[in-house]
Structures are given as structure tokens and as C-alpha cells.
């Protein structure tokens, strides 16, 4: 029997393989996930409600992953001291 976890597991491979691939049609205008296509790529038909969820959470991850990135840079640069020689 396939679970609701199997199911937003495999929601999430979907949005992941859609993101990857960025085909045409994918996501809507709104540039949310396309139920049509999250359909083809699971194999089952996905509702609104489990999509915008498991959406949401790989924003959240998405964004989470982004700060930290933001906040290794600005370590980074930190000793490298932007002085150029002019003339």
C-alpha cells in the first residue's frame, strides 16, 4: 500500500526533477508546480493541497540553503579586503 509519505516522497522527486530539467509547461505563471506534469513524472494524480506542501517546504529548504551560503560568503570575504591599486 503506498502511504501519504510515499506519496509527498515522490511528489518531491517530481518538483526536484521539474526544477532540474526546466521544461516548458512544468510550472504555472504563478511558478508553481504543474499538477499535470507532477501526474506524468509520479505516476498518480497529486492534489493542490500535498503539492503547495511539500512546494512549500522545498522553498523553505531552498531559502534555509541560500542563508547559509549568503553567510559563508560574507565569511569568506571577510580576510580578503577589497583594496585596489590605482595608478
Not at 506519496?7 to 517530481?14: C, G, L, N, Q
Not at 506542501?53 to 553567510?71: I, N, P
Amino acid at each position: 500500500a503506498v502511504t501519504v509519505l510515499d506519496e509527498k516522497a515522490a511528489i518531491r522527486k517530481a518538483i526536484i526533477t521539474m526544477a532540474g530539467r526546466k521544461e516548458e509547461g512544468d510550472f504555472t505563471s504563478a511558478g508553481s508546480p504543474n499538477l499535470n506534469a507532477l501526474a506524468k513524472l509520479t505516476g498518480f494524480r497529486v492534489d493542490r493541497e500535498s503539492m503547495n506542501e511539500v512546494w512549500l517546504q522545498l522553498q523553505e529548504e531552498a531559502k534555509a540553503a541560500s542563508d547559509a551560503g549568503d553567510e559563508a560568503d560574507t565569511d569568506a570575504d571577510a580576510g580578503t579586503g577589497d583594496t585596489q591599486d590605482e595608478g
